[in-house]
């Protein structure tokens, strides 16, 4: 158990629909990380928030949007849902800002039909 | 980032070490390599890291070559519960904190 939580782990929706899957740190941990792992495209970085600001943005679209709040726990919605969203995200949290060890929550998987 | 290069897939016998290679010839000079696991569909596991010596932990051994343009990751008495992929990663310390996942290697360890 790496102490990172995410709610919830399984998530099925039509296309078009928004969702908010939520990631809570490990205790004192800073820093938040959303990726995204899809079949064909294997573990992408979508984005970092620390400390409630955003710090790095990877391949996220304009449709996903994030955000960490006050008590550091974050949350990934994902808006006008494509088939192609259906992939399992996994939020990671590290102490620093800086590359440093990450640790994964055990994911959300999304499935849009 | 630096890219790495790895084996797709490699088997082991259970008992018997596993080394895992992984080439990253572009490496900087501070840029680290970071060793991360997926076993089946969880959340990658963080395993071992290291800048030019060799590193080791309760987990496994990390052996950087001196030039630091490959390093090998041993995993000294492999166990069927360390059937995963295996990502070498590269990324500087202090620019940013995005992991870079390349396709990994999937070690079956075989009874």
């Known amino acids: 158990d790496s102490g990172v939580t995410q709610t919830p782990k399984h998530l099925i929706t039509a296309t078009g629909q928004r969702v908010t899957l939520r990631c809570s740190p490990r205790?004192?941990?800073?820093?938040v990380y959303w990726y995204q792992q899809s079949l064909d495209q294997g573990l992408q970085f979508l984005i970092q928030?620390?400390?409630?600001?955003?710090?790095a943005k990877g391949n996220i679209l304009e449709r996903f949007s994030a955000q960490q709040f006050p008590d550091l726990h974050s949350e990934l919605n994902l808006s006008s849902l494509e088939l192609g969203d259906s992939a399992l995200y996994f939020c990671?949290?590290?102490?620093?800002?800086?590359?440093?060890?990450?640790?994964f929550g055990p994911g959300t998987r999304l499935l849009v039909l | 980032d630096a890219k790495t290069t790895q084996p797709t897939s490699m088997d082991c016998a259970e008992g018997r070490a596993a080394n895992l290679p992984c080439n990253h010839s572009?490496?900087?000079?501070?840029?680290?390599v970071y060793w991360y696991r997926q076993i089946h569909s969880q959340g990658p596991q963080y395993i071992i890291h290291?800048?030019?010596n060799n590193e080791t932990n309760e987990m496994a051994s990390l052996i950087i070559t001196e030039d630091r343009k490959s390093s090998t990751l041993i995993l000294p008495h492999a166990t069927l519960r360390d059937t995963a992929v295996y990502y070498c990663?590269?990324?500087?310390?202090?620019?940013?904190?995005?992991?870079?996942f390349g396709g990994g290697t999937r070690l079956m360890v075989k009874p």
């Open positions: 290291g800048l030019k």
């Open positions: 990671a949290s590290s102490v620093g800002q800086l590359a440093e060890t990450q640790y």
């Open positions: 928030y620390y400390n409630g600001e955003e710090r």
């Open positions: 990663i590269v990324g500087h310390y202090n620019a940013g904190n995005m992991l870079t």
């Open positions: 205790s004192g941990d800073l820093s």
């Open positions: 572009t490496i900087s000079g501070n840029e680290y």
